[in-house]
């Protein structure tokens, strides 16, 4: 999949910035900026987890009802091109369940056995994952949580947004600095710093790691967040997030 990559504008809002001695010994003037870089590329591959459960009122038939569920999930894995190495059990379970919604007796019914697995569904072609959280999504007795979105061009990806974030915190440096008559020097230092997620945090919550999203087709330009940002037409698409803060010799 090639990757649509369009880096906008950045931002004219500044963060910070007066010009300031960067040690009390010495006579060297720096400027301080940050350069906030979000763009998206489209996934190629993810990871599904799946919840299924059944609920029988004994445990013998509860465990028979679920084995009988997740093989006929597994041939429909197989159907639709999944290969059963792609397919891992995790956290296989059985409990006893009650309704407790009574409370003004506070008297407890009994259901009876919930039989429960996750199966955890890695999936090579990203096309395959829409339709299939579809399927699982007409199944009561399935659930599934976020995928895991994934790209073979993360690494490189990355590389490049951290470069961006860069550059754009030393144009920000370049117009301050003209602007009090002084120019810009050489790199100080730089670090990279946390950038929330403005799509959904709750969908990751590594705030300091690349966040997975799913967004119809749309055009960035009209975000009016102080980042740079692009995102790809497409349903599956990762977020990469990079704030830098970098401080430059004036001269």
Do not use: C
Request: hydrophobic content about 40%; cysteine-free; proline content about 3%.
């Amino acid at each position: 999949m090639k990757t649509r990559l369009a880096i906008a504008a950045f931002a004219v809002a500044f963060v910070a910035l007066p010009l300031f001695a960067a040690d009390s010994n010495s006579n060297q003037r720096s400027i301080t900026t940050m350069g906030t870089v979000n763009v998206t590329i489209p996934a190629d591959s993810a990871k599904l987890t799946v919840s299924i459960s059944a609920l029988e009122p004994t445990l013998e038939q509860s465990n028979n009802r679920l084995d009988a569920t997740l093989a006929s999930f597994r041939e429909e894995l197989k159907t639709r091109g999944i290969p059963a190495k792609a397919v891992v059990l995790n956290k296989r379970d059985a409990r006893k369940e009650w309704d407790n919604s009574n409370y003004q007796t506070r008297e407890r019914k009994f259901l009876g056995y919930r039989a429960s697995v996750q199966v955890i569904v890695s999936i090579d072609d990203i096309s395959k994952l829409s339709p299939l959280i579809t399927y699982i999504g007409l199944h009561e007795e399935f659930g599934s949580y976020h995928p895991d979105l994934r790209s073979s061009k993360i690494g490189e990806e990355r590389k490049a947004v951290l470069a961006s974030a860069l550059r754009t915190a030393r144009d920000k440096a370049a117009i301050v600095a003209q602007e009090g008559g002084a120019k810009l020097g050489a790199l100080l230092n730089a670090t990279e710093e946390e950038v929330r997620d403005s799509y959904s945090s709750n969908w990751n919550t590594n705030l300091m790691s690349n966040s997975s999203v799913i967004v119809p087709g749309n055009d960035a330009s009209n975000s009016d967040d102080d980042s740079d940002s692009a995102t790809p037409t497409g349903d599956h698409v990762i977020s990469i997030n990079v704030r830098i803060r970098a401080t430059f010799a004036l001269q």
